[in-house]
């Protein structure tokens, strides 16, 4: 992530990473067959960082919030590396197809465990807007410049506050609480 920082996604060479960090260069090859597999190990180490603590006994929001930010504090270990890559979307459209796909499921992994009730159609559009929401906050993580990411999780603090509002952050069956009776979205009188 030091070389795509200093030379651009693009021009990432694994080889030329490979004799910089003093390893055999088939070994990174077989752990790293491609470039793009270097981002997709780096998610998985945020998704376990993320996915560590699941904090049950706490609500929804605080779940995913607490998620999403150790998520990020790993990002920002490979700050300017990871800057690097999200610059190069725009231009590596099969990179960006990938990435869409891995963190659709990075976000379905982090909405069940933060118990959020992912069931039909309603639950698609909770896991989109989980999507947004996380799009948002990575935007607001690529210009927040200060160490403690105070700009960041403003950011997704109000994302999370919105999506409260929206009705967006609804508990699983699993999550309620025993003997709690589901409210339903729409009580008519």
Do not use: C
Request: aromatic share 6%.
């Amino acid at each position: 992530m030091t070389l795509a920082a200093r030379d651009g996604w693009s021009r990432l060479s694994l080889v030329e990473a490979a004799r910089e960090a003093g390893l055999p260069v088939d070994a990174v090859r077989a752990r790293f067959p491609f470039r793009h597999s270097v981002l997709f190990h780096l998610g998985r180490i945020a998704d376990d960082s993320a996915l560590r603590d699941d904090g049950m006994g706490s609500s929804v929001r605080e779940r995913l919030f607490d998620m999403l930010m150790r998520r990020l504090d790993v990002f920002q270990q490979y700050r300017e590396g990871v800057r690097a890559a999200l610059r190069a979307l725009p231009f590596d459209p099969p990179l960006a197809v990938l990435l869409a796909g891995a963190t659709m499921n990075t976000l379905r992994w982090l909405a069940e465990a933060a118990g959020l009730d992912l069931d039909g159609p309603a639950g698609l559009l909770r896991l989109h807007a989980l999507a947004a929401l996380w799009a948002g906050t990575l935007r607001a993580w690529e210009k927040d410049e200060s160490d403690d990411l105070a700009a960041t999780m403003s950011a997704l603090d109000r994302g999370l506050d919105r999506a409260e509002r929206l009705g967006m952050l609804k508990p699983s069956r699993a999550d309620r609480p025993a003997g709690a009776a589901p409210l339903s979205d729409l009580t008519i009188n």
